[in-house]
């Protein structure tokens, strides 16, 4: 593994004084490619992971947590500056996600971090910490589901349904179902920001009454079409069930009630399922809680870090 650290108008290596820690954009490479991380902030280091698989990691920044915390932000391979596999858009499962969590974790210099996963990185940040959780201090799964394939499907289907029915008439919607029509047909990063933007609306518990305020967000939403599917071309189908009994690092669990895409009811699953686990659900929010309801957010995931904390 070679490593460098770079910040605005330094460069150097990991050793220099600016440190893997140091505020900016830094990159730790593996195998030959590139993952790029931005550290934000101060206080014990949490690592975030962004979802999709493919959006970039910039709609995760939380400046409020930025106050109490070392944000680290992770930019996934295959997304934004990091490097590409050379399967891409095949080739990034679970299991690649986290040993590129783990060279980075021991490249901080820190004993334990704590890691967010959010949407398709709560997968990732579930599977790091059933696999690799020597380095964990604890994990928060936010917007996130124990599985996926037909049955996580089904209820994905239902919420959509039902959001449709609340807001039957509205002249957005159509485009909405249509860009939940397209996600089965996509193939290119275009298509990928495309239908990423276009099922937006249905991620908010009330886009449409806050249109001016959200519409920004929405427009910067930036993404990669990677496919979900490994090397040869067979889904990552995901079932963590058994395995998260078996979770031994402290868990939050962290989802938006009115979240049509990993909702409420995987959230209770997930609470049930792993071992002295907490949960919060956010009542105004949908699938971006931390944009929402900022101030519940950061209150939910500091207090457990500080929970956390003083108990270890």
């Keep these: 593994m070679s490593v460098t650290a770079n910040t605005p108008g330094q460069h150097g290596s990991s050793d220099t004084p600016s440190g893997p820690l140091s505020p900016g954009t830094h990159s730790v490479t593996v195998g030959g490619i590139t993952q790029r991380y931005h550290v934000h902030g101060t206080g014990p280091v949490c690592l975030v992971h962004s979802g999709g698989p493919g959006i970039l990691w910039d709609y995760m920044r939380m400046p409020l947590l930025e106050q109490h915390l070392t944000m680290v932000y992770v930019e996934p391979i295959g997304t934004g500056a990091s490097g590409r596999l050379p399967s891409h858009p095949h080739g990034y499962t679970r299991d690649r996600y986290s040993r ?22 709560a997968f990732v940040a579930a599977y790091h ?29 239902r919420m959509v349904e039902k959001f449709a029915a609340e807001h039957a008439g509205h002249p957005g919607l159509p485009d909405v179902l249509a860009a939940f029509g ?28 806050n249109e001016e305020r959200w519409a920004p967000f929405r427009d910067a939403v930036r993404a990669v079409f990677i496919s979900g599917l490994d090397e040869n071309l067979r889904p990552d189908v995901i079932d963590d069930r058994v395995a998260l009994k078996a979770l031994g690092v402290p868990a939050l669990i962290v989802v938006g009630r009115h979240d049509v895409i990993c909702g409420v009811r995987w959230s209770e699953e997930l609470h049930d399922l792993i071992p002295d686990a907490r949960l919060v659900i956010l009542e105004r929010s949908g699938h971006l809680g931390h944009v929402e309801e900022p101030e519940l957010f950061d209150r939910a995931v500091f207090g457990f870090v500080s929970e956390t904390e003083a108990a270890a």
């Design 100 to 121: 590129f969590l783990e060279h980075l974790v021991n490249q901080l210099g820190v004993a334990k971090v704590y890691l967010l996963g959010h949407s398709h990185g």
């Design 129 to 157: 910490a059933v696999h690799r959780a020597d380095r964990l201090a604890g994990v928060v799964l936010y917007g996130g589901a124990p599985v996926t394939g037909p049955e996580h499907g089904a209820e994905a289907a």
């Design 182 to 209: 397209a996600m089965s047909r996509i193939s290119s990063d275009e298509e990928t920001a495309a239908v990423a933007r276009g099922v937006l609306p249905s991620y908010f518990a009330d886009y449409w009454g």
